[in-house]
């Protein structure tokens, strides 16, 4: 089986920072993009910022400037530094891998149980 494992959300006050992290474990065999997803309540999940496995990255309008995407290839491991942070910020993230399972010949989706991200105005 394949796990992610999300950390480093939190309660921060506007204009502060925070790095979540997202770590892949279990049976692999390789992983192509990894990326960060957001859903705020009442709101449909959105995508935050994707990389891909060669370091090319995408982020949403939204978030362009403030956050960076960056990844541990060696450790299957995905980062997203949050700086000049909003209230409107606020939202569960969720951590996304397209993930080849080891012996495997084929990728799915992997999605994180979620972490909380609360920006106080």
């Known amino acids: 089986q394949v796990q992610l494992a999300e950390s480093g959300g939190g309660l921060v006050q506007t204009g502060g920072s925070l790095t979540l992290s997202c770590a892949a474990s279990?049976?692999?065999?390789?992983?192509?993009?990894m990326g960060w997803y957001r859903q705020a309540p009442g709101s449909q999940r959105e995508l935050v910022a994707r990389i891909s496995s060669g370091g090319v990255t995408n982020y949403a309008d939204s978030v362009k400037g403030r956050f960076t995407i960056a990844r541990d290839n060696a450790k299957n491991t995905v980062f997203l530094q949050m700086n000049s942070l909003k209230p409107e910020d606020t939202a569960v993230y969720y951590c996304?891998?397209?993930?080849?399972?080891?012996?495997?010949?084929?990728?799915?989706?992997?999605w994180g149980q979620g972490t909380q991200v609360t920006v106080s105005s």
């Open positions: 279990g049976s692999i065999g390789s992983i192509n993009a």
């Open positions: 996304n891998a397209d993930i080849r399972r080891a012996f495997f010949s084929t990728f799915s989706d992997y």
